[in-house]
């Protein structure tokens, strides 16, 4: 079997008909670990659980993003047995939906945070692709709609009805002017009719923010909460998942640095004095969380195996 190059990869994470399934994520990832070994490993000096990947001189020598080697499988083969275990516990998901933790066999499949590791491993992997091409803002943005597709994705797996929609929500007293809300994920375990007196999302339906990371997007996420339940006159549920918040930082120059991302005084500022969302997830939450925000935030893993079907009851 050839291996895949470089170039490939950069066409899968480019062109959209590339990564349309699970299948498509896995090989992705596949296939970038087994190229991992031909790039030059850097560990971080100031937190030494994290890494970058530093290209070849064709590459013009571009570093990747910063990796924590606390949940991404660096092994391609350790990475293929984790995958086919993730698979078959999807199945086991969708069939028991929230009994799925009374399971013993889950309780044993769950201690070590397998979920978190798997999703943050194909992202990081879409991810570093990504930060080899030229064009590094181009890289980012798809790289966020690659994670947003991968949660979809999941979600669908487990068997909810999961989408993107777009919503023009009609100012009160001025019923020409409308507000457009481009919703990441709407999701429910029921197929819904979003009928006249529902306007524009079911009560049975949470939305859902998707993004690679909450930095200079999390005052958005409160504040469309805030204004579509006004508009709506209902609470409407939201979720806000991230990936990370972390970002490499020249400290004392050196390039290879973490820094959190994570802005924990406005997060708690609108907590408390706009509105609560209804969850707050993150695929890696090392550097967000501690005693104060632990009640307001928690885990990919957490969310998937437990909060959601709460939420969707």
């Known amino acids: 079997m050839t291996q895949t190059k470089l170039a490939d990869l950069q ?3 480019q062109i959209p008909q590339k990564l349309t399934s699970l299948q498509d994520y896995y090989h992705t990832c596949q296939s970038f670990l087994n190229l991992i070994s031909e ?3 850097i560990v971080s000096p100031t937190k030494n659980h994290y890494i970058f990947y530093q290209y070849s001189q064709a590459e013009n020598f571009q570093i990747t993003r910063p990796i924590n080697t606390k949940l991404f499988i660096e092994i391609a083969q350790e ?6 275990q993730f698979l078959q516990f999807l199945i086991d998901l969708r069939q028991h939906q929230e009994q799925i933790t009374c399971l013993p ?3 044993t499949y769950l201690k070590t945070s397998p979920i978190n590791r798997i999703v943050y491993t194909i992202q990081q992997a879409i991810g570093c692709i990504g930060d080899s091409l030229p064009n590094s803002n181009q890289a ?3 790289a966020g709609q690659l994670f947003e597709l991968l949660v979809k994705l999941i979600l669908q797996e487990i068997g909810l009805v999961c989408e993107s929609r777009t919503v023009h929500i009609p100012v009160p007293h001025y019923p020409d002017i409308q507000i457009s809300y481009e919703l990441d994920l709407v999701f429910s375990r029921y197929h819904t009719i979003v009928a006249a007196e529902t306007r524009f999302i079911n009560p049975n339906e949470i939305i859902g923010s998707i993004k690679t990371t909450s930095k ?4 958005k996420i409160f504040l469309d909460k805030y204004l579509l339940t006004k508009l709506l006159g209902r609470n409407i549920p939201v979720v806000a998942i991230f990936l990370h918040d972390v970002q490499r930082a020249r400290i004392r120059n050196n390039d290879f ?3 959190s991302t994570f ?3 406005h997060f708690l500022g609108y907590t408390i004095a706009l509105n609560q969302l209804d969850g707050v997830y993150y695929v890696d939450s090392e550097t967000v969380l501690n005693d104060r925000l632990r009640p307001y935030i928690s885990d990919f893993q957490s969310f998937l195996t437990k909060d959601l079907w709460r939420l969707s009851k």
């Not at 990475?79 to 086919?84: E, L």
């Not at 200079?216 to 005052?219: E, N, S, V, Y």
């Open 11 to 13: 066409d899968a994470v």
């Open 39 to 41: 790039l030059t490993r």
């Open 79 to 84: 990475f293929d047995v984790a995958w086919q």
């Open 105 to 107: 066999s889950a309780v």
């Open 140 to 142: 980012r943005k798809r």
């Open 216 to 219: 200079d997007r999390i005052d």
């Open 257 to 259: 640095g973490v820094n």
């Open 263 to 265: 802005k924990s005084n």
